[in-house]
């Protein structure tokens, strides 16, 4: 309501853009980046609060949806944001066969706000083939994707292109070192890749790719180098010994990796479209490079390379236009896993924004204001702790669940607060937690836990001991 006459403004704008790009076939020659609209916070904006912050604040024209919420649909009518929907992963396998439940998706999902909403992109699944747990779903991907193409066809939708969003682990070992060496996983190649890249082929369609430098980067940030996974344009370069291709930076590198692996299969002309990228704002002790600082450097680098000028392309592909929507639009609070899954947002759910950016590529990066130096691009070393958090003792109920859980998986390890035992703290739910979750995190970390319980849980360097009361704590040396 707020924003109509901003939307009526927009609404003329963009219907410059979008009738320039019907002509130029499906944005094959587009270049420019948007952003993730995911939703997992209990925390944010209605739709037609978010469709509103990621046109003005970020001035964001692409959007990727988590799946096709008719309220966020509707709210991105009329706008010409062009916007990119999913099939969610548990209907692959019953569509898979179903040609009649593929026409009652796209019926129900699509059609009710086609061409409204700029709907341009339809991704089956998201990172299926990073699944290993649930490989029923893998063989049934490609015959869904076709179900999907063949369900826009009979409702004569020309403008959607059907794929699926794979991560940099579909390749064998995910290597990219160097680039010309990378193939396909030997357990997708013959049975989902191939005939994926033989659909994407004939269907005109995209290689959806979720690209992270951040991931790469923390397995082994010596020999990476900082600087190389953020795309800053003055770094030391990496040459393929085998193509003699020159990178600057890892993004490429990655990029470049897919594109090698599809072309030793016959494949060399796909586009690719990058469904993920970023680097997150903030993380926890344990986590290394997570900040401001970084995550402001890569996402702007990115738009530089990516929406401003004359396309670049990578040295694989040079000049190839190319798109990418960064990870996420807002903090999103109920992530699981570390830390830094919650903080990969462009903005805080109120609205304001974690740092300037602009997406449009119209803002020149010396423009921005400074930022606060990073503290943590090298491994903490030190004692940490995992205890209740703040907001811990509002829900007795969720606490009192989470320290039998932490307890239990601790085997016995939990007699320390029980009455009479050093630990006790009175009976005070948040200490007795607290102790809780340090034993069993000191415990598991190694094994992948982490210090979340639901977000209960947050990490400190502050030693919460007190009397008799000895807390364990998870030891870093600085080389972990
Ligand atoms: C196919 O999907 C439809 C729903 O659109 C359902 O009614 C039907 O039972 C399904 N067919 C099979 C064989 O599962
Ligand atoms: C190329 O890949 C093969 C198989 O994945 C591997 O054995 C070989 O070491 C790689 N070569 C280089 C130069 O990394
Ligand atoms: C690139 O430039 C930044 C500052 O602009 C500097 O901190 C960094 O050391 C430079 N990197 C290299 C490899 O020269
Ligand atoms: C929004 O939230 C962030 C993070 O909690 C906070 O720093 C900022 O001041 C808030 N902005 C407004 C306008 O309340
Ligand atoms: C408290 O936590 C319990 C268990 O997780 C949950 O079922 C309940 O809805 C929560 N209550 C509130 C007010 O959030």
């Given at each position: 309501?707020?924003?109509?006459?901003m939307g009526?403004?927009?609404?003329?704008?963009?219907?410059?853009?979008?009738?320039?790009?019907?002509?130029?076939?499906?944005?094959?020659?587009?270049?420019?980046?948007?952003?993730?609209?995911?939703?997992?916070?209990?925390?944010?904006?209605?739709?037609s609060?978010?469709?509103?912050?990621?046109?003005?604040?970020?001035e964001?024209?692409?959007?990727?949806?988590?799946?096709?919420?008719?309220?966020?649909l509707?709210?991105?009518?009329?706008?010409?944001v062009?916007?990119?929907?999913?099939?969610?992963?548990n209907?692959?396998?019953?569509?898979?066969p179903?040609?009649?439940?593929?026409?009652?998706?796209?019926?129900?999902?699509?059609?009710?706000?086609?061409?409204?909403?700029r709907?341009?992109?339809?991704?089956v699944?998201?990172?299926?083939?990073?699944?290993?747990?649930?490989?029923d779903?893998?063989?049934?991907?490609?015959?869904?994707m076709?179900?999907?193409?063949?369900?826009?066809?009979?409702?004569?939708?020309?403008?959607?292109?059907?794929?699926?969003?794979?991560?940099?682990?579909?390749?064998?070992?995910?290597?990219?070192?160097?680039?010309?060496?990378?193939?396909?996983?030997?357990?997708?190649?013959r049975?989902?890749?191939r005939?994926?890249?033989?659909?994407?082929?004939?269907?005109?369609?995209?290689?959806?790719?979720?690209?992270y430098?951040?991931?790469?980067?923390?397995?082994?940030?010596?020999?990476i180098?900082?600087?190389y996974?953020?795309?800053?344009?003055?770094?030391?370069?990496?040459?393929?010994?085998?193509?003699?291709?020159?990178y600057?930076?890892?993004?490429?590198?990655?990029?470049?990796?897919?594109?090698?692996?599809?072309r030793?299969?016959?494949?060399?002309?796909?586009?690719?479209?990058?469904?993920?990228?970023?680097?997150?704002?903030?993380?926890?002790?344990?986590?290394?490079?997570?900040?401001?600082?970084?995550?402001?450097?890569?996402?702007?680098?990115?738009?530089?390379?990516?929406?401003?000028?004359?396309?670049?392309g990578?040295?694989?592909?040079p000049?190839?236009p190319m798109r990418?929507?960064?990870?996420?639009?807002?903090n999103?609070?109920?992530?699981?896993?570390p830390?830094?899954?919650?903080?990969?947002?462009?903005l805080?759910?109120?609205?304001?924004?974690?740092?300037?950016?602009?997406?449009?590529?119209?803002?020149?990066?010396?423009?921005?204001?400074?930022?606060?130096?990073?503290?943590n691009?090298?491994?903490?070393?030190?004692?940490?702790?995992?205890v209740?958090?703040?907001?811990?003792?509002?829900?007795?109920?969720?606490?009192?669940?989470?320290?039998?859980?932490a307890?239990g998986?601790?085997?016995?390890?939990?007699?320390?607060?029980?009455?009479?035992?050093?630990?006790?703290g009175?009976?005070?739910?948040?200490?007795?937690?607290?102790?809780?979750?340090?034993a069993y995190w000191?415990?598991a970390?190694?094994?992948?836990v982490?210090?979340?319980?639901?977000?209960?849980?947050?990490?400190?360097?502050?030693?919460?001991?007190y009397?008799?009361?000895?807390?364990?704590?998870?030891?870093?040396?600085?080389?972990?």
């Amino acid at each position: 309501m707020v924003d109509l006459p901003m939307g009526f403004i927009h609404l003329l704008f963009f219907s410059v853009v979008s009738s320039s790009s019907v002509l130029s076939h499906a944005g094959h020659d587009h270049q420019g980046v948007g952003i993730n609209y995911g939703q997992l916070g209990n925390n944010l904006p209605v739709p037609s609060r978010a469709v509103h912050l990621l046109r003005t604040e970020l001035e964001a024209s692409i959007v990727k949806l988590y799946g096709a919420d008719p309220g966020i649909l509707a709210a991105l009518a009329n706008t010409g944001v062009e916007v990119m929907i999913m099939v969610p992963n548990n209907l692959i396998v019953p569509i898979s066969p179903n040609q009649s439940l593929a026409d009652e998706w796209v019926r129900s999902n699509l059609l009710p706000h086609y061409p409204r909403t700029r709907i341009r992109h339809l991704l089956v699944g998201n990172e299926i083939l990073s699944d290993p747990t649930n490989k029923d779903i893998w063989f049934n991907l490609v015959p869904a994707m076709m179900r999907i193409q063949a369900a826009l066809e009979k409702y004569e939708v020309k403008e959607v292109k059907v794929g699926t969003s794979m991560a940099i682990d579909v390749l064998e070992n995910s290597a990219v070192y160097p680039p010309s060496n990378a193939t396909f996983r030997r357990d997708i190649l013959r049975r989902v890749v191939r005939p994926m890249l033989e659909f994407l082929q004939d269907t005109r369609s995209f290689y959806y790719f979720d690209v992270y430098t951040y991931f790469h980067w923390i397995k082994d940030p010596k020999k990476i180098g900082l600087d190389y996974a953020l795309l800053k344009d003055n770094v030391t370069r990496y040459t393929d010994p085998a193509s003699g291709l020159v990178y600057s930076d890892l993004f490429d590198q990655m990029v470049d990796s897919v594109v090698f692996a599809m072309r030793k299969l016959g494949y060399t002309d796909i586009p690719i479209f990058i469904a993920e990228t970023g680097w997150p704002n903030s993380g926890d002790y344990d986590q290394i490079g997570a900040n401001y600082y970084n995550s402001a450097t890569y996402n702007r680098n990115l738009v530089r390379k990516l929406a401003t000028g004359r396309p670049i392309g990578t040295p694989a592909r040079p000049r190839k236009p190319m798109r990418a929507l960064i990870f996420a639009l807002f903090n999103e609070n109920m992530k699981g896993g570390p830390s830094t899954e919650r903080h990969f947002g462009l903005l805080y759910p109120n609205g304001s924004r974690v740092y300037d950016i602009d997406l449009s590529g119209r803002t020149i990066v010396s423009a921005y204001g400074p930022l606060p130096l990073p503290k943590n691009n090298d491994p903490y070393k030190g004692k940490i702790w995992c205890v209740a958090a703040d907001s811990a003792g509002n829900n007795e109920t969720a606490l009192r669940l989470a320290v039998t859980a932490a307890c239990g998986h601790g085997k016995g390890s939990c007699r320390e607060i029980e009455k009479g035992g050093p630990c006790y703290g009175s009976g005070s739910q948040v200490v007795r937690a607290s102790y809780a979750f340090s034993a069993y995190w000191a415990r598991a970390r190694e094994s992948g836990v982490s210090c979340y319980f639901g977000g209960l849980a947050a990490q400190t360097i502050r030693d919460p001991s007190y009397g008799s009361c000895k807390f364990p704590s998870v030891s870093l040396t600085g080389t972990d």
